[in-house]
């Protein structure tokens, strides 16, 4: 699948997540022993990266292309989910835990990067 491929997380059953490249672009993608290699494919058509899988199998990452930095939480076979931003309108979602909390950054008004916490797909910092 594709011209390379980078892993950027496991969990405690060994699901992996990370992203991988071919002539059509990038993708987040999903690897367990049992299915192999599966792609997870574009956030709103965009350049997706996966960053992390918690033990329930809920993954987050996030998307660039042509609209701003969009964090999201998604499953294998599921909807990507687009999680809240600050004014600034961008995110980035790096980690998530077995209770589903997520910790990423976000842009503010003012263009500042500030950390964030997710609960419910809502900032709760």
């Known amino acids: ?50 960053t992390d899988i918690n033990g329930n199998g809920e993954i987050v990452g996030y998307s660039f292309g042509s609209a701003p930095i969009q964090a999201f939480v998604t499953r294998v076979g599921g909807p990507f989910i687009p999680l809240a931003n600050l004014a600034g309108g961008t995110s980035q979602a790096n980690q998530i835990n077995d209770c589903g909390r997520i ?23």
């Not at 892993?7 to 002539?23: K, P, Q, Y």
């Not at 059509?24 to 058509?45: E, P, Q, R």
């Open 1 to 50: 699948m594709g011209l390379g491929a980078a892993a950027r997380a496991i969990n405690d059953r060994g699901e992996v997540v990370g992203t991988w490249f071919d002539a059509n672009g990038i993708s987040a993608f999903y690897w367990s022993k049992s299915t192999g290699m599966i792609d997870l494919g574009k956030f709103n058509g965009a350049s997706t990266f996966a």
């Open 103 to 125: 910790v990423g950054g976000a842009t503010d008004a003012s263009g500042d990067v500030k950390a964030v916490v997710w609960s419910d797909g809502r900032v709760c910092r």
